[in-house]
């Protein structure tokens, strides 16, 4: 549900959104998204103790020379049996990446070194035949890696540059070498294995890299005494492959090395690319391009157009005298049906699939949700969404067929359902042949290729169909102007406007734009790198997005004042003129930058380029076709033309655009994307906050078209009934809010301020997210204003209401920053006055369409039937039990737990709330048998206590004993005066009892987490030690005495920790 109402969004914008929400949309989603892209660990970590087996896995064989990647033992490596023999299953994207990940025998421990081992369990030579010895120097010709796995981390070698100094890493190791003759062949049949691990609890181990440094060692070298035992002879050299039967040991080592790396960044040596300054350079100078264009197209087209509409206006009693040149002669030919419409229309449906499946795609990579360590999830989330995007492109293929009069829609579906992926899987089929000539892993399995067969046939294909259904029975696209009987003749053309040039000159600004990007992505795709810069990529394809919708109406414009009508095609073609570079770059390509041997992975690569190519085509294709369609329907909806000349005659409206109701629900169904991509991080906190958002979008629906559009629209029908002069006085008096609000229902307004009472609290949460201080009072004020302006704003818009941002957002700043900073009121105080001032000054009631003419192009709102009253219902549902569940778990109570991380940020504010809580608190704090709950307590002002120093590495940690240690200290003082032991004035304070006991594990330099029972006894010693030395005397000076206590008043404190336990314990 969420993504198609985000893919729906992408490609209404530019048809159903005004200019001013289209900006208003992406300043709000730009306020949501203000982070780059960042990694997210596809799996969980995995926890080892010392003495845990960890089991490395063989993936495959690759090289850059060729590009064709093998089994891991299509090599004579030691082979466990059959019986032992185990392949992982694997996804789609790994399939078709060629990956057959197996066991092997590599025998590894947790921290247990091994100095030199057989891989084969065994201190018998390993013989490989004369076949074996054939494949093995061939895979050493066409220089391949090696791919092993350890914990889902792929190895990789290590090497340092001489001249710079740089470490970099290459991924796997290589099978072998060849002499500089290039007449002996030599193997790496050593492996010195690095592991590297972090230690982010005591006892408790997390793999973090693997390096492998391979070496050739000669079989003669090797002495064994066990098959774990060896030792090596580096005398005897390097381990060559004849052309007859060789012997070989397979032997490795492991070496393991503490990191200080955690586990979250072990891939960052993995995805560290170098040279982002290009990438920046390469995305400012296609802003500075798109720029330039959009100047070029303000500056010429759109002045000129505007001319010509102020000029025919103005002159609408002489129009028959006016003479008609350029655009304006070809309007009764204009929207005349191209040839070949059926083809176009596949073509654009297929470009709409393709469009959504890549944004979704990006967007979701920028997220951080398709990481590295999720294997082939990339490719699987690419082939799963371009079957989910049929439905999208089947809408467009039959609402556009159905405006161009076809008359064959079974046909036209079926051909958008089958042309774009008939020709990737032809393709990928006859390709599959050579691979399968090959023997390689690449080569797609049968069932993988039924799967895909099933998912084009059982998914794409009824998609396609359902939505072209849908697409079919909506009323077709508008055209304002009239088609004559008989066509227009086109005059000559000039040699630019030609398609074949046009084409040239248009693909090379987009072109342009994803050049670099392309660049990377070759690189990663076959020369065995990885990419991971989606955040590049995402805005780069909004700049194409950009560039090929100004190029397509700059086209346009030109053809049709050459008076050439024949824009369908040409608009398609022309746009896509960048896929005339991407093909020609990917030659260029080859040339320089790839070594490829033989003639298979020749076909591979220029097959599989010329498929990006085609698909790059009908992607910026169909982003061309419906700018330039757009453009036409907004410069022919002007009242230029009379019905004299077969023109539908538009008579100016001085009514304000408005925002539809889709549009607003887009916007706030944001709020549940973003609040699920925050429980897949498990940040659960700002998860409510988005899901809140959502929440409000939930209320939004309810509360538009419920009560509030019925009351507005009958608020409108009665001013639109009153005489025309009432009506013109109504748009020329002032905008009181006594005169515009229908006092017939206050509820109307009550709604609207707690509306924008509730997402102002929900963006309070901003201070959160961006980890602002309690004492930043500028940060709450710009925090209540911006949720209060958005509330209210998005609120308006919901409903038949126009509202002005910039002024509700005035007057919310305004008074936020002057209730907090100046006249030091309580956050519920502000947030109350600033939805009345901002509601207030938002509320601007004013007409939404003319209900007078209710034809069948009028943009009233849709009904609210029993159907869309199921959905909503359940979908509110639902977000009430969410909610129930986050404010009981993730917001009232937080739970802490002793020994584990903590963001440091929760636990010092908890810190700042408990310590200046002037002792109260036994009302927010209890304690449970299996963890402690914390009940946050709102303070405004907190400082942070001397004894936990900011620059103290262990100072979260000690932040969380002392809360543990107060709430001990205060159920021992509860029991001790429920049960009538003691008096209450009699029992140390829990707070200087806690102070105490965190003196003495600083003085005493204890673990921050040790307990009582080991305390006790290094206290006890310390006493004895304290009164056995002041039985003598000593000089101040005598800096030996001096290191035996630290400081004097350690005593004082072990006895008065000491003192609670001992009660407890007597007891």
Same mark, same amino acid.
């Given at each position: 549900?969420?993504?198609?109402?985000?893919?729906?969004?992408?490609?209404?914008?530019?048809?159903?959104?005004?200019?001013?929400?289209?900006?208003?949309?992406?300043?709000?989603?730009?306020?949501?998204?203000?982070?780059?892209?960042?990694?997210?660990?596809?799996?969980?970590?995995?926890?080892?103790?010392?003495?845990?087996?960890?089991?490395?896995?063989?993936?495959?064989?690759?090289?850059?020379?060729?590009?064709?990647?093998?089994?891991?033992?299509?090599?004579?490596?030691?082979?466990?049996?059959?019986?032992?023999?185990?392949?992982?299953?694997?996804?789609?994207? %790994?399939?078709?990446?060629?990956?057959?990940?197996?066991?092997?025998?590599?025998?590894?421990?947790?921290?247990?070194?091994?100095?030199?081992?057989?891989?084969?369990?065994?201190?018998?030579?390993?013989? =490989?035949?004369?076949?074996?010895?054939?494949?093995?120097?061939?895979?050493?010709?066409?220089?391949?890696?090696?791919?092993?796995?350890?914990?889902?981390?792929?190895?990789?070698?290590?090497?340092?540059?001489?001249?710079?100094?740089?470490?970099?890493?290459?991924?796997?190791?290589?099978?072998?070498?060849?002499?500089?003759?290039?007449?002996?062949?030599?193997?790496?049949?050593?492996?010195?294995?690095?592991?590297?691990?972090?230690?982010?609890?005591?006892?408790?181990?997390?793999?973090?890299?693997?390096?492998?440094?391979?070496?050739?060692?000669?079989?003669?070298?090797?002495?064994?005494?066990?098959?774990?035992?060896?030792?090596?002879?580096?005398?005897?050299?390097?381990?060559?492959?004849?052309?007859?039967?060789?012997?070989?040991?397979?032997?490795?080592?492991?070496?393991?090395?503490?990191?200080?790396?955690?586990?979250?960044?072990?891939?960052?040596?993995?995805?560290?690319?170098?040279?982002?300054?290009?990438?920046?350079?390469?995305?400012?100078?296609?802003?500075?391009?798109?720029?330039?264009?959009?100047?070029?197209?303000?500056?010429?087209?759109?002045?000129?157009?505007?001319?010509?509409?102020?000029?025919?206006?103005?002159?609408?009693?002489? %129009?028959?005298?006016?003479?008609?040149?350029?655009?304006?002669?070809?309007?009764?030919?204009?929207?005349?049906?191209?040839?070949?419409?059926?083809?176009?229309?596949?073509?654009?449906?297929?470009?709409?699939?393709?469009?959504?499946?890549?944004?979704?795609?990006?967007?979701?990579?920028?997220?951080?949700?398709?990481?590295?360590?999720?294997?082939?999830?990339?490719?699987?989330?690419?082939?799963?969404? /371009?079957?989910?995007?049929?439905?999208?492109?089947?809408?467009?293929?039959?609402?556009?067929?159905?405006?161009?009069?076809?008359?064959?829609?079974?046909?036209?579906?079926?051909?958008?359902?089958?042309?774009?992926?008939?020709?990737?899987?032809?393709?990928?089929?006859?390709?599959?042949?050579?691979? =399968?000539?090959?023997?390689?892993?690449?080569?797609?399995?049968?069932?993988?290729?039924?799967?895909?067969?099933?998912?084009?046939?059982?998914?794409?294909?009824?998609?396609?169909?359902?939505?072209?259904?849908?697409?079919?029975?909506?009323?077709?696209?508008?055209?304002?102007?009239?088609?004559?009987?008989?066509?227009?003749?086109?005059?000559?053309?000039?040699?630019?406007?030609?398609?074949?040039?046009?084409?040239?000159?248009?693909?090379?600004?987009?072109?342009?734009?994803?050049?670099?990007?392309?660049?990377?992505?070759?690189?990663?795709?076959?020369?065995?790198?990885?990419?991971?810069?989606?955040?590049?990529?995402?805005?780069?394809?909004?700049?194409?997005?950009?560039?090929?919708?100004?190029?397509?109406?700059?086209?346009?414009?030109?053809?049709?004042?050459?008076?050439?009508?024949?824009?369908?095609?040409?608009?398609?073609?022309?746009?896509?003129?960048?896929?005339?570079?991407?093909?020609?770059?990917?030659?260029?390509?080859?040339?320089?930058?790839?070594?490829?041997?033989?003639?298979?992975?020749?076909?591979?690569?220029?097959?599989?380029?010329?498929?990006?190519?085609?698909?790059?085509?009908?992607?910026?294709?169909?982003?061309?076709?419906?700018?330039?369609?757009?453009?036409?329907?907004?410069?022919?909806?002007?009242? =230029?033309?009379?019905?004299?000349?077969?023109?539908?005659?538009?008579?100016?409206?001085?009514?304000?655009?408005?925002?539809?109701?889709?549009?607003?629900?887009?916007?706030?169904?944001?709020?549940?994307?973003?609040?699920?991509?925050?429980?897949?991080?498990?940040?659960?906190?700002?998860?409510?906050?988005?899901?809140?958002?959502?929440?409000?979008?939930?209320?939004?629906?309810?509360?538009?078209?419920?009560?509030?559009?019925?009351?507005? %629209?009958?608020?409108?029908?009665?001013?639109?009934?009153?005489?025309?002069?009432?009506?013109?006085?109504?748009?020329?008096?002032?905008?009181?809010?006594?005169?515009?609000?229908?006092?017939?229902?206050?509820?109307?307004?009550?709604?609207?301020?707690?509306?924008?009472?509730?997402?102002?609290?929900?963006?309070?949460?901003?201070?959160?997210?961006?980890?602002?201080?309690?004492?930043?009072?500028?940060?709450?004020?710009?925090?209540?204003?911006?949720?209060?302006?958005?509330?209210?704003?998005?609120?308006?818009?919901?409903?038949?209401?126009?509202?002005?941002?910039?002024?509700?957002?005035?007057?919310?700043?305004?008074?936020?920053?002057?209730?907090?900073?100046?006249?030091?009121?309580?956050?519920?105080?502000?947030?109350?006055?600033?939805?009345?001032?901002?509601?207030?000054?938002?509320?601007?009631?004013?007409?939404?369409?003319?209900?007078?003419?209710?034809?069948?192009?009028?943009?009233?709102?849709?009904?609210?039937?029993?159907?869309?009253?199921?959905?909503?219902?359940?979908?509110?549902?639902?977000?009430?039990?969410?909610?129930?569940?986050?404010?009981?778990?993730?917001?009232?109570?937080?739970?802490?737990?002793?020994?584990?991380?903590?963001?440091?940020?929760?636990?010092?504010?908890?810190?700042?709330? /408990?310590?200046?809580?002037?002792?109260?608190?036994?009302?927010?704090?209890?304690?449970?048998?299996?963890?402690?709950?914390?009940?946050?307590? =709102?303070?405004?002002?907190?400082?942070?206590?001397?004894?936990?120093?900011?620059?103290?590495?262990?100072?979260?940690?000690?932040?969380?004993?002392?809360?543990?240690?107060?709430?001990?200290?205060?159920?021992?003082?509860?029991?001790?005066?429920?049960?009538?032991?003691?008096?209450?004035?009699?029992?140390?304070?829990?707070?200087?009892?806690?102070?105490?006991?965190?003196?003495?594990?600083?003085?005493?330099?204890?673990?921050?987490?040790?307990?009582?029972?080991?305390?006790?006894?290094?206290?006890?010693?310390?006493?004895?030690?304290?009164?056995?030395?002041?039985?003598?005397?000593?000089?101040?000076?005598?800096?030996?005495?001096?290191?035996?206590?630290?400081?004097?008043?350690?005593?004082?404190?072990?006895?008065?920790?000491?003192?609670?336990?001992?009660?407890?314990?007597?007891?």
């Amino acid at each position: 549900f969420f993504l198609l109402i985000f893919i729906k969004l992408i490609f209404y914008l530019c048809n159903q959104i005004k200019y001013k929400m289209f900006l208003h949309f992406f300043l709000g989603l730009s306020f949501i998204l203000t982070s780059h892209g960042f990694y997210v660990p596809g799996v969980a970590p995995v926890q080892f103790k010392i003495g845990d087996p960890i089991e490395i896995k063989g993936i495959k064989l690759e090289s850059t020379k060729t590009g064709v990647p093998y089994e891991y033992y299509s090599v004579p490596f030691c082979k466990p049996p059959k019986d032992k023999l185990h392949y992982k299953s694997e996804n789609i994207g %790994e399939l078709m990446r060629g990956d057959r990940i197996v066991n092997t025998l590599y025998n590894v421990k947790m921290k247990r070194d091994i100095d030199c081992a057989s891989v084969c369990q065994t201190t018998n030579v390993f013989s =490989i035949f004369k076949e074996d010895s054939y494949v093995l120097k061939k895979r050493i010709e066409e220089d391949y890696h090696v791919q092993l796995l350890v914990d889902n981390l792929p190895c990789a070698t290590k090497f340092k540059d001489p001249e710079t100094g740089e470490v970099f890493y290459d991924h796997g190791y290589r099978l072998g070498y060849m002499s500089e003759d290039n007449d002996k062949y030599y193997v790496n049949n050593h492996l010195d294995i690095i592991l590297k691990y972090h230690e982010p609890e005591p006892d408790v181990y997390r793999v973090v890299g693997f390096e492998v440094q391979p070496r050739s060692i000669n079989y003669e070298s090797y002495s064994f005494s066990s098959p774990q035992q060896c030792s090596i002879d580096q005398s005897k050299g390097p381990q060559e492959i004849s052309d007859n039967q060789n012997s070989i040991h397979w032997t490795y080592s492991i070496k393991w090395e503490e990191s200080d790396i955690p586990w979250a960044s072990r891939w960052d040596s993995y995805l560290n690319m170098k040279d982002h300054n290009i990438h920046y350079f390469s995305i400012l100078n296609s802003i500075i391009i798109v720029g330039c264009l959009a100047g070029f197209l303000s500056a010429i087209i759109v002045k000129t157009v505007r001319r010509d509409i102020a000029t025919y206006n103005k002159n609408e009693e002489m %129009e028959d005298t006016l003479e008609e040149s350029g655009w304006k002669l070809v309007h009764g030919d204009v929207f005349r049906s191209p040839r070949h419409k059926m083809i176009l229309v596949n073509f654009v449906g297929s470009g709409i699939q393709l469009i959504g499946m890549i944004g979704i795609t990006v967007t979701f990579a920028m997220l951080g949700m398709l990481s590295p360590s999720s294997r082939g999830s990339l490719a699987t989330a690419a082939i799963s969404l /371009f079957c989910l995007m049929g439905l999208i492109a089947g809408y467009h293929s039959g609402r556009l067929y159905k405006t161009l009069k076809g008359r064959n829609p079974k046909r036209c579906a079926f051909q958008t359902a089958t042309l774009f992926p008939g020709v990737i899987l032809f393709s990928g089929f006859v390709l599959n042949f050579f691979l =399968i000539s090959k023997n390689s892993s690449g080569a797609i399995p049968f069932t993988t290729m039924l799967t895909l067969i099933f998912l084009w046939f059982g998914v794409d294909l009824p998609l396609v169909f359902l939505g072209f259904h849908f697409g079919y029975r909506k009323h077709p696209y508008h055209h304002p102007v009239r088609t004559n009987q008989i066509p227009r003749q086109v005059p000559d053309q000039p040699w630019y406007l030609k398609t074949i040039p046009s084409s040239l000159l248009a693909g090379i600004l987009p072109f342009g734009a994803i050049f670099i990007e392309l660049y990377f992505i070759f690189s990663a795709i076959w020369e065995n790198q990885f990419y991971y810069l989606f955040g590049f990529l995402f805005i780069v394809c909004i700049i194409v997005f950009v560039v090929c919708c100004q190029i397509a109406v700059l086209v346009t414009y030109f053809l049709l004042c050459a008076e050439n009508y024949h824009w369908w095609w040409k608009s398609f073609v022309i746009s896509g003129g960048s896929a005339i570079y991407v093909m020609a770059y990917s030659v260029f390509y080859y040339y320089t930058k790839l070594n490829l041997i033989g003639f298979v992975p020749m076909v591979l690569y220029f097959s599989y380029s010329a498929l990006i190519a085609f698909a790059v085509w009908i992607m910026t294709g169909s982003i061309g076709f419906y700018a330039a369609y757009y453009f036409l329907l907004k410069i022919y909806s002007a009242n =230029i033309f009379n019905c004299e000349n077969n023109m539908i005659d538009y008579k100016k409206k001085d009514i304000e655009s408005y925002s539809n109701l889709s549009t607003a629900r887009i916007l706030l169904s944001l709020g549940g994307i973003f609040g699920a991509h925050r429980i897949y991080l498990k940040q659960y906190p700002e998860a409510f906050i988005y899901m809140s958002t959502f929440g409000g979008f939930l209320i939004a629906i309810f509360y538009d078209t419920l009560y509030l559009h019925q009351i507005v %629209e009958e608020y409108n029908n009665k001013l639109l009934n009153k005489q025309i002069n009432e009506n013109e006085r109504y748009y020329n008096a002032p905008r009181r809010l006594f005169n515009i609000i229908p006092w017939n229902s206050i509820l109307f307004l009550l709604a609207q301020v707690s509306y924008g009472m509730w997402i102002g609290t929900l963006f309070l949460g901003l201070k959160t997210m961006l980890k602002f201080d309690d004492d930043i009072f500028l940060s709450t004020a710009l925090s209540i204003s911006i949720g209060v302006s958005f509330g209210v704003y998005i609120m308006g818009n919901t409903g038949s209401e126009r509202r002005d941002l910039l002024s509700i957002w005035c007057a919310s700043f305004a008074l936020s920053f002057l209730c907090i900073c100046i006249l030091d009121l309580s956050y519920f105080n502000t947030l109350v006055f600033t939805s009345i001032a901002g509601t207030a000054m938002g509320n601007k009631v004013k007409l939404r369409n003319d209900l007078n003419n209710k034809d069948k192009n009028s943009n009233n709102l849709k009904e609210f039937t029993f159907k869309h009253f199921l959905i909503w219902s359940f979908l509110f549902s639902f977000l009430l039990f969410s909610l129930y569940l986050g404010v009981s778990e993730t917001i009232l109570n937080r739970r802490i737990r002793v020994g584990k991380s903590f963001d440091s940020t929760t636990i010092r504010n908890i810190a700042y709330n /408990f310590l200046t809580s002037n002792h109260a608190h036994n009302n927010r704090l209890f304690l449970s048998s299996i963890e402690i709950f914390y009940l946050p307590s =709102i303070q405004k002002k907190s400082n942070l206590n001397e004894i936990f120093r900011m620059d103290d590495d262990d100072w979260t940690s000690s932040l969380t004993v002392f809360i543990v240690d107060v709430i001990r200290a205060i159920s021992y003082k509860e029991f001790l005066v429920k049960g009538k032991n003691y008096k209450e004035d009699l029992i140390m304070h829990p707070m200087y009892w806690a102070f105490n006991r965190m003196f003495v594990l600083k003085s005493l330099e204890q673990k921050i987490f040790e307990n009582d029972n080991v305390l006790m006894k290094v206290c006890q010693r310390t006493i004895k030690e304290y009164e056995k030395t002041t039985k003598y005397t000593y000089s101040m000076n005598d800096s030996s005495m001096k290191r035996n206590y630290k400081n004097l008043n350690t005593k004082k404190c072990c006895d008065n920790y000491s003192s609670l336990l001992k009660i407890m314990n007597a007891i």
